[in-house]
C-alpha cells in the first residue's frame, strides 16, 4: 500500500483546508484510512477514520464538527476536511491505511495499530 498525502498549507485561524490521502494497492471495498497528526514535542494522536467499505466513521473529540472525512472511493482517495481551524490543530498530517479504524470509548477514537503510512503534509495555523 502506498499513500501520498497533498493539501497542507498555512492558514488564519478560523479558516479552512482539505487534506487529501491518494491510495494505490488499497483494497477500498475492505479496509480503513485514518488521519493522524503530530506536533512538536508532542505525541502522535488519531483524528478521524473512515471504513472504505460502508463509510462509517470515527473522530477524536476535539475535532468532531469541525473536520469530516469522506472517501472517493472512484478515485482512491480519502479526504479530511478542515474547517474553523484553530492553532492547536498545526501539526504534520499523515494518512494510514488497515482492515479496521478502532473503537470508541468514552466519546472518544481510540484507532487500532495501522499498518501502511503515508509522508506527511504540513498544516500550519497562525493566530
Known amino acids: 500500500v502506498q499513500l501520498v498525502e497533498s493539501g497542507g498549507g498555512l492558514v488564519q485561524a478560523g479558516g479552512s483546508l482539505r487534506l487529501s490521502c491518494a491510495a494505490s494497492?488499497?483494497?477500498?471495498?475492505?479496509?480503513?484510512i485514518g488521519w493522524f497528526r503530530q506536533a512538536p514535542g508532542k505525541e502522535r494522536e488519531a483524528v478521524s477514520c473512515i471504513t472504505t467499505d460502508d463509510g462509517g466513521t470515527y473522530y477524536r473529540a476535539s475535532v468532531k464538527g469541525r473536520f469530516t472525512i469522506s472517501s472517493d472511493n472512484a478515485k482512491n482517495t480519502v479526504y479530511l476536511q478542515m474547517n474553523s481551524l484553530k492553532p492547536e490543530d498545526t501539526a504534520v498530517y499523515y494518512c494510514a491505511a488497515d482492515l479496521r479504524c478502532g473503537i470508541y470509548y468514552s466519546g472518544d477514537y481510540y484507532p487500532t495499530d495501522f499498518g501502511s503510512w503515508g509522508q506527511g503534509t504540513q498544516v500550519t495555523v497562525s493566530s
Open positions: 494497492g488499497f483494497n477500498f471495498d475492505d479496509g480503513a
